[in-house]
């Protein structure tokens, strides 16, 4: 009975047994931390997604409201055309036409070689509306709540007539200046130029340094190579071709819409799986002045 009972106290693996259950081990293992990984790599993905999301969504409603309250597109003091002969006075009636560059040599606030508080946002002006860089000018409230106008004989050089005061907006893509850690990207900035002094609105109180709004920017590209982010709808052309320039600058009073294409990668800090968000939307002005004022007939009535 002694015997038998060592003999059952000694008995244990074999060793095709030990080897067979770490064999085992070894792959219930391997699938579980291949099952980690796989959840931990799609866990940063979304992650990454979903901060492109909110990046992008905060960039789109800035633009899109910006656009919408918009009086025109580049800059709304162009070259002055006339509108209409008065009736009464036989004299003809002035008004602008708008150029797709600011500042336009008819701007009172810069179109004589005047600086903004704090100094041009980028290299010098003037800024011009292409694939790259979108201006908007929307309209100055003051302290009636109603927007105001610059008045006849005001400003450098002086205004002929009444005309709508306005901020202008600058949107400008731009190489991320961080390209060893972000190589190929590029970053979205925007500046805020300050228009005509008038009660209730301090241009000195307005920044021109411009603000990056968004990083990450991969696209799209054009055939060399560019950004192709901003694109212009002429409501004169019948077969809706979004315009990258204006060929000819007095054609931008025809604008009336502006898309903007995103393609935009985000990967957050120690993440290992970047993720890239494509979107388009297009946006228009409501109330474009040179919209409302260009191609008025000669024999419009006097106005008051």
């Given at each position: 009975?002694?015997?038998s ?8 693996f074999s060793?095709v047994?030990?080897?067979?259950s ?11 931390f291949?099952?980690l ?22 960039v ?8 919408r ?5 580049g ?19 002035l ?17 004589a ?23 908007v000018q ?15 004989g ?29 190589p ?17 609105y301090?241009?000195?109180a ?5 603000q ?7 696209g ?8 192709k982010?901003?694109?212009y ?10 315009q990258?320039?204006?060929?000819d600058p ?28 494509g ?14 004022t ?11």
């Open positions: 009975m002694k015997n009972s060592v003999r059952r106290r000694r008995t244990g060793v047994e030990l080897m067979v770490v064999l085992v081990m070894t792959f219930a293992s391997t699938a579980i291949s099952l990984l796989s959840t931990a790599d799609m866990s940063q993905k979304v992650a990454n997604k979903m901060d492109s999301v909110n990046a992008c969504r905060n789109m409603e800035r633009f899109c409201k910006d656009v309250m918009g009086r025109a597109l800059d709304v003091y162009g070259s002055n055309v006339e509108l209409w002969t008065d009736t009464v006075t036989g004299q003809p009636v008004g602008f036409q708008g150029s797709d560059a600011f500042p336009a040599n008819r701007n009172p606030c810069y179109g070689g005047q600086t903004p508080t704090g100094g041009w946002p980028w290299e010098g002006p003037p800024y011009r509306l292409n694939n790259t860089t979108m201006i929307t309209p100055i409230f003051g302290n009636t709540g109603y927007p105001t106008s610059v008045p006849s005001a400003g450098t050089p002086a205004l002929p007539n009444a005309q709508d005061n306005v901020e202008t907006h600058i949107y400008r893509v731009l190489p991320d200046p961080d390209q060893l850690r972000n190929g990207q590029f970053v979205l900035q925007m500046s805020k130029i300050a228009g005509y002094p008038t009660a209730g301090n241009p000195a307005v920044s021109s340094q411009p990056t709004i968004l990083s990450g920017i991969v799209p590209m054009d055939s060399q190579g560019q950004p982010i901003f694109q709808l002429d409501k004169t052309d019948a077969t809706g071709t979004p990258d320039v204006f060929a007095g054609t931008v009073a025809n604008c009336t819409g502006v898309i903007i294409n995103l393609e935009v990668m985000k990967q957050l800090e120690g993440a290992r799986r970047p993720a890239t968000l979107l388009k939307t297009e946006v228009f002005l409501r109330n474009n002045a040179l919209s409302t260009v191609g008025v007939g000669a024999d419009e009535p006097n106005e008051p």
